[in-house]
């Protein structure tokens, strides 16, 4: 993994802040332009924004709470309820989306709160510690009010040390 080798990295790659990423600055830090879904949405919505949006994950928010970040859900939540779950694809109707998260997140074996963030001022060294820690490979960067502004996946880290 990336994290193993960082002693070979330039220092100014490691301490370069998410802010100045290729995939970040180009993109507006508008929460409003995020596909996101409410908490209190039905799981199926999650879903639905998913294959609208053409991604691979959507970030819980809580609407109550000015749409902060609270979980995710990504696609791959629903390869393992397909074999596992009696009661799918009912459960995606009857539970709501944070619901549909916990559900998942209590099955699987991670040591990753249900949603993982960073902010724009941290760094390349932070993002990819981060990832490898927790072994997840997508992180949702948040404002200082909480509120997702940006995805950062591991490959848009590789981007950055690869020349475009």
């Not at 249900?114 to 993002?127: E, I, P, Q, R, Y």
Request: hydrophobic share 40%; proline share 4%; glycine share 2%.
């Amino acid at each position: 993994m990336l994290s193993g080798h960082t002693q070979v990295l330039d220092p100014k790659v490691l301490h370069k802040p998410i802010s100045t990423f290729r995939h970040i600055k180009n993109k507006t830090k508008d929460p409003n332009h995020v596909l996101k879904v409410d908490k209190n949405a039905r799981a199926i919505e999650a879903f639905r924004m998913m294959d609208y949006g053409d991604v691979s994950a959507v970030p819980v928010v809580d609407s109550e709470r000015d749409n902060k970040l609270v979980a995710n859900i990504s696609a791959r939540d629903i390869r393992g309820i397909i074999a596992e779950e009696s009661d799918f694809p009912m459960s995606l109707y009857t539970q709501t989306a944070l619901q549909f998260a916990q559900r998942m997140h209590a099955r699987k074996d991670t040591h990753a709160p249900l949603a993982v963030s960073l902010k724009l001022s941290d760094t390349f060294k932070d993002a990819i510690t981060k990832l490898n820690e927790l072994k997840i490979h997508r992180v949702w960067i948040v404002n200082d009010a909480e509120q997702v502004t940006h995805v950062l996946a591991l490959c848009d880290i590789l981007g950055e040390i690869i020349e475009p």
